[in-house]
């Protein structure tokens, strides 16, 4: 068993914090917690007890200075997936597709008894969005 609790946070290093700020504003539709400013966007993805945050980011992140790996090039684009309630998907996917960003899918993923869209961020972050099936 797992002693974490559940994830807190998620930061993407980005090349442009107030583009990509708006992408996952307008496009995936999240919730910002603060106004993005050159460096740091902070957006609301879970509420409640056990928030959890995706932040954007440019350049070095917190404690990297104190890194026993040293100086090295910075990892690439992620993935990672935003959990859609199926009465609610194929809005969020027009919403993308809306904004002119293609779109991959729907993509059955029968041994998780779900539905996935994917697309990529102004970073070429792949975002998917997954959909359990209803109970």
Same mark, same amino acid.
């Given at each position: 068993?797992?002693?974490?609790? /559940?994830?807190?946070?998620?930061?993407?290093?980005?090349?442009?914090?107030?583009?990509?700020?708006?992408?996952?504003?307008?496009?995936?539709?999240?919730?910002?917690?603060?106004?993005?400013?050159?460096?740091?966007?902070?957006?609301?993805?879970?509420? /409640?007890? =056990?928030?959890?945050?995706?932040?954007? =980011?440019?350049?070095?992140?917190?404690?990297?200075? =104190?890194?026993?790996?040293?100086?090295?090039?910075?990892?690439?684009?992620? =993935?990672?997936?935003?959990?859609?309630?199926?009465?609610?998907?194929?809005? !969020?996917?027009?919403?993308?597709?809306?904004?002119?960003?293609?779109?991959? /899918?729907?993509?059955?993923?029968?041994?998780?008894? !779900?539905?996935?869209?994917?697309?990529?961020?102004?970073?070429?972050?792949?975002?998917?969005?997954?959909?359990?099936?209803?109970?």
């Amino acid at each position: 068993m797992s002693a974490a609790s /559940g994830l807190s946070e998620l930061v993407l290093v980005v090349g442009d914090v107030r583009r990509a700020a708006r992408f996952y504003r307008e496009v995936v539709g999240l919730t910002p917690e603060s106004d993005a400013d050159d460096a740091w966007a902070w957006f609301l993805v879970r509420g /409640g007890t =056990h928030k959890q945050r995706l932040a954007l =980011h440019t350049g070095s992140l917190l404690f990297e200075e =104190h890194s026993p790996l040293g100086p090295r090039p910075r990892w690439g684009p992620v =993935h990672f997936a935003l959990e859609i309630e199926r009465p609610r998907l194929e809005e !969020a996917v027009d919403r993308v597709r809306a904004a002119g960003v293609e779109v991959y /899918g729907p993509t059955p993923l029968p041994w998780m008894r !779900a539905l996935s869209y994917y697309f990529y961020d102004p970073d070429a972050n792949l975002v998917e969005f997954w959909s359990p099936e209803p109970e």
